[in-house]
């Protein structure tokens, strides 16, 4: 069975200041990690994702996340915040089978202030 | 590409009636996925289909849950006698053959059962 396990509900920060967004996850496989970020009554869109390989992974606008499988973590990172960035951002584990889908945390709702 | 669509983006309906939603998957995408989301909880996996086997089912699709995709193309969810409890969002999203392929969400049908 996977988990996920995201810390803190609710993330704010100061415009241009660091994002830091935490995820925990449980797999007993190699596990396929990934960042999604959800606008208010919309669907999920990929920010990033690891499969294998480099554990410093690259996504879009401005967000990375690293790998560390010592720490079962995969923490959503950004140097600077804007306010296009507040939204709701989930982490999700998956086994690279397919069958099970995805296995999401709760979510982060990511506040900017001013 | 268009992406993945869903029809109706809303649908109010009366506790023990019967509703449809439809999902359109991106073209060629052979995965497709059906997820559950309730207000402040992250997606829940509801089902999977490989073309138009469905491969997996969550123990969250009671028997009042029906899904189809006939001929691998487009997926129907059904539910019927609705419950209150099944106010949610409902999202669908598709991915290509390759196992560490991400999903591509649809925007999501919200289900208001009163």
Redesign the interface.
């Known amino acids: 069975a996977q988990s996920v396990t995201q810390l803190g509900s609710h993330v704010s920060v100061s415009e241009g200041a660091l994002v830091l967004l935490r995820c925990n996850y449980s797999s007993s496989v190699p596990p396929y990690l990934f960042w999604y970020v959800q606008y208010p009554n919309q669907g999920l869109q990929l920010l990033l994702k690891y499969t294998t390989g480099a554990t410093l992974v690259k996504g879009i606008n401005g967000f990375e996340a690293e790998f560390k499988k010592s720490e079962t973590s995969f923490h959503l990172t950004k140097p600077s915040a804007h306010m296009s960035d507040a939204a709701e951002y989930f982490c999700a584990v998956s086994s690279g089978g397919g069958a099970d889908g995805l296995t999401f945390g709760k979510g982060t709702h990511l506040i900017i202030q001013p | 590409d268009t992406g993945?669509s869903?029809n109706p983006r809303h649908k109010i309906t009366k506790r023990g009636q019967n509703v449809t939603f439809r999902c359109d998957p991106i073209s060629e995408h052979n995965?497709l996925?059906w997820?559950r989301q309730t207000l402040?909880?992250?997606?829940?996996?509801l089902t999977?289909f490989?073309n138009e086997a469905q491969?997996?089912k969550s123990r969250l699709l009671s028997d009042r849950f029906s899904a189809e995709r006939p001929k691998g193309s487009f997926s129907t969810l059904e539910i019927q006698r609705t419950e209150q409890g099944d106010s949610a969002m409902y999202?669908c999203?598709s991915?290509p053959r390759a196992?560490?392929a991400?999903?591509?969400?649809?925007?999501?049908t919200?289900l208001t059962v009163v």
């Open positions: 993945v869903q995965r996925y997820y402040g909880q992250g997606p829940e996996f999977y490989q491969l997996e999202l999203a991915s196992t560490s991400e999903a591509f969400f649809g925007q999501g919200r």
